[in-house]
């Protein structure tokens, strides 16, 4: 059964960081460009961060750019998002999700698994 289970999520003071994981199991990641979401509430899934299969593309929106960087280890069939200089306004879950090869934007619906998401706390 193919799975991603993402780790990493808690609460940190503004200006502080967080690494979060995206583990799979069931599949080898290989062959699937990795994005991460984040959904706060009251809003949409928010498309944040993507990395592609090979590892040669990565994308990042606005809202973190600068401040988060997405990387991959295929030897531990694991994505990683650093989180850098938080904000109470990156408060939210985190989801991962994967899709074959290359990030083409963030469309929920081209996204065939996702994890259960972690949750980020911003706060002082």
């Known amino acids: 059964q193919k799975q991603l289970v993402e780790s990493g999520g808690g609460l940190v003071q503004p200006g502080g960081s967080l690494r979060l994981s995206c583990a799979a199991s069931?599949?080898?990641?290989?062959?699937?460009?990795i994005a991460w979401f984040r959904q706060a509430p009251g809003k949409a899934r928010e498309g944040i961060s993507c990395?592609?299969?090979?590892?040669?593309?990565?994308n990042y929106a606005d809202s973190v750019k600068g401040r988060f960087t997405i990387s991959r280890d295929n030897g531990r069939n694991t994505v990683y998002l650093q989180m850098n200089s938080l904000k109470p306004e990156d408060t939210a879950i985190y989801y991962c999700?994967?899709?074959?090869?290359?990030?083409?934007?963030?469309?929920?619906?081209?996204?065939?698994?996702w994890g259960q998401g972690t949750q980020v706390n911003v706060s002082s």
């Open positions: 069931g599949f080898t990641l290989d062959y699937y460009a």
């Open positions: 990395i592609s299969a090979s590892g040669s593309t990565t």
């Open positions: 999700a994967a899709r074959d090869y290359i990030c083409l934007g963030y469309v929920p619906g081209d996204f065939g698994s």
